[in-house]
């Protein structure tokens, strides 16, 4: 039925210029292992490794057109319909400049190993509070105590910037 799917979005989608959320093949399933009715059913365009989830078929097929909705917004083209989109990651070259910085912030603020996991130069350090919430001013100030006492840096006003943001000031202040 995929297959189906797939091939007949692929033929409609040469008798048009331009692509919206219906012309591309969707597949849906219901998620036997699921512990949270949030995530019960998936929804995903065959050929891309984007999903959505919700409590019903319809609500996972609405998560996955905002998802849709994001990936338009973010991409300069849409690819055609019923092809593959391979998985891409986000560029990590501004971070990697302060890799140094990066392993010794990592292991005395964070308390990480900072080879333990992917930062791209989108990566912001709120993404590191293990109980993450929008407006955790505690988190926030923890971190910004412990970096002004490891680097004598008040990061107050990138903190809320990319990482690798937070990483330049450390470097330029040291």
Do not use: C
């Not at 984007?50 to 905002?66: D, K, M, P, Q």
């Not at 008040?154 to 330049?168: F, G, M, N, R, S």
Request: charge should be negative.
């Amino acid at each position: 039925m995929n297959t189906f799917k797939y091939l007949t979005k692929r033929t409609l989608s040469y008798f048009k210029s331009s692509w919206n959320f219906e012309d591309y093949p969707i597949t849906t399933w219901k998620n036997p292992n699921a512990e949270e009715d949030k995530v019960k059913y998936g929804a995903k365009i065959i050929g891309w490794l984007i999903v959505g989830h919700g409590a019903t078929r319809n609500e996972a097929i609405e998560a996955l057109r905002e998802s849709f909705k994001l990936y338009k917004e973010n991409n300069k083209s849409l690819p055609r319909p019923g092809t593959k989109v391979p998985l891409q990651f986000a560029s990590t070259e501004k971070t990697d400049m302060y890799e140094h910085i990066a392993v010794d912030f990592f292991e005395k603020v964070l308390e990480m190993d900072f080879y333990g996991g992917f930062y791209s130069d989108g990566t912001y350090l709120d993404l590191f509070n293990p109980e993450y919430s929008e407006t955790d001013e505690k988190f926030k100030s923890h971190i910004i105590k412990k970096t002004f006492e490891h680097y004598d840096v008040d990061i107050t006003d990138v903190y809320d910037k990319a990482l690798w943001q937070v990483l330049e000031k450390i470097k330029s202040k040291t």
